[in-house]
């Protein structure tokens, strides 16, 4: 019995550590290492860089844009955009990405090098037009501290209890 406890909590610890390191067999360019600046609005440009040493010095990286509608990058215009460009002497790499005007949803842009096999990937998420506006619902509620809404209820149960023992007070005199 104890041989086939062992056995099971080997496999269980081979089959976690060896997860994590198939998976990172790939080339793949960490989350870290890419950023997107801007504001992903329909119709806006965001521009998406990857950290030197993300890529080979200066090798050719095909991107590519997938997502609703048609992103542009550069001057290609397509449903999945697609582009080829040079990662920078030190291995880095910028591109802009201009969302369509009726962009909703996320985009995801991917890049791979085509000599290191590296592929990077960003998610562009377009923010509603209207975020962040007070234009939006109207306020329906009362917006009154907590404190002073605890207090009213504190109050509305103490005021309960004094009328139950005065009630329980008036019976015990009228029988005795």
Known sequence: ???????????????IFAAPAAANAAGYVPPANDTVTGTATAGGTVAVDFIAGSYANGETVNISVDGSGT??????KANVASLTKSATATGGLAVKVTLPTDATGSYTMTATGATSGQIGTSTITVV????GTSAGLAS?????????????????????????????????????
Not at 71 to 76: E, P, W
Not at 128 to 131: E, N, T
């Open 71 to 76: 992103a542009t990058l550069s001057t290609v």
């Open 140 to 176: 329906t509620g009362y917006n009154a501290p907590m404190l002073l809404i605890w207090s009213a209820a504190g109050a509305v149960l103490l005021g309960i209890a004094l009328v139950l023992v005065l009630g329980y007070v008036r019976r015990q005199r009228a029988n005795a």
């Open 1 to 15: 019995m104890a041989k086939k406890a062992f056995a099971a909590a080997a496999l269980t610890i081979l089959a």
């Open 128 to 131: 509603a037009a209207d975020a």
